[in-house]
């Protein structure tokens, strides 16, 4: 019996990245260069090392380049208006062959090699029922991060408000689409759906186990360039 196949990877690639100008002013903020690697290829990274192979990105801000980068290897759902993060999910859909499908930022990362943790998420996914699993990450591992926490981690691995280990959302979830059936055309976040999941207590989380890199501004861009050319 085959294994089953690795879920496809949508990577929200649309905003306009205005924290990080004056970069973005001539680039979208996923080809923002890392040491000299474009932020979306350390996403994807991070995904196939875990045996992603199928991958969709939204695009809006200068999504000629995005597509230009990778000369059609990537599918590429182009929003003439930005729709949000769940808007433009929810319009890529029809692209995405898997249920569930991740969903990554293409704007956090974590060194490759040092954890692979979509693996986990999986196992989480497939232990509840119509679940939604997001990437956890301990503030002492975070770079490029202006907020106490996001969250908590309770010890049975639910997401609270209030109760558990403070945690940062590392921008990576796991979810079927049928959390999208009712939500209107149109935009509107995808934290949308993490609210609609946790008021269920059907929100889960699962911890990195490495260091991680928010790339939000110029100077969180200086300070991981520097801790990762240690």
């Given at each position: 019996m085959s294994e089953p196949?690795?879920?496809?990877?949508?990577?929200?690639?649309a905003g306009?990245?205005?924290?990080?100008?004056?970069?973005?002013?001539?680039?979208?903020?996923?080809?923002?260069?890392?040491?000299?690697?474009?932020?979306?290829?350390?996403?994807?990274?991070?995904?196939?090392?875990?045996?992603?192979?199928?991958?969709?990105?939204?695009?809006?801000?200068?999504?000629?380049?995005?597509?230009?980068?990778?000369?059609?290897?990537?599918?590429?759902?182009r929003e003439d208006d930005l729709l949000g993060t769940g808007g433009g999910i929810k319009r890529a859909l029809p692209m995405l062959h898997s249920d569930p499908i991740f969903v990554m930022n293409t704007d956090a990362f974590w060194p490759e090699g040092q954890d692979q943790p979509l693996g986990r998420m999986l196992q989480r996914f497939e232990a509840e029922d119509e679940a939604v699993v997001l990437l956890c990450v301990h503030p002492r591992r975070a770079t490029g991060f202006d907020r106490s926490h996001d969250f908590c981690l309770d010890p049975m691995g639910r997401i609270t408000r209030d109760y558990g280990?403070?945690?940062?959302?590392?921008?990576?979830?796991?979810?079927?689409?049928?959390?999208?059936?009712?939500?209107?055309?149109?935009?509107?976040?995808?934290?949308?759906?993490?609210?609609?999941?946790?008021?269920?207590e059907a929100l889960f989380g699962v911890a990195l186990d490495a260091d991680w890199y928010h790339v939000g501004d110029p100077q969180a861009l200086a300070e991981t360039e520097r801790l990762l050319a240690r």
């Open positions: 196949r690795f879920p496809d990877v949508m990577l929200l690639a306009l990245g205005t924290r990080l100008r004056p970069l973005t002013d001539s680039v979208p903020k996923p080809l923002v260069p890392v040491l000299g690697v474009p932020l979306i290829e350390r996403i994807m990274a991070n995904a196939r090392a875990e045996g992603a192979k199928r991958f969709v990105a939204n695009a809006h801000y200068r999504a000629d380049q995005l597509l230009a980068h990778f000369g059609g290897l990537l599918k590429v759902s280990a403070p945690v940062i959302y590392g921008g990576v979830a796991l979810l079927g689409k049928s959390w999208f059936a009712d939500a209107a055309d149109g935009a509107f976040s995808l934290n949308d759906v993490f609210e609609a999941a946790l008021e269920r």
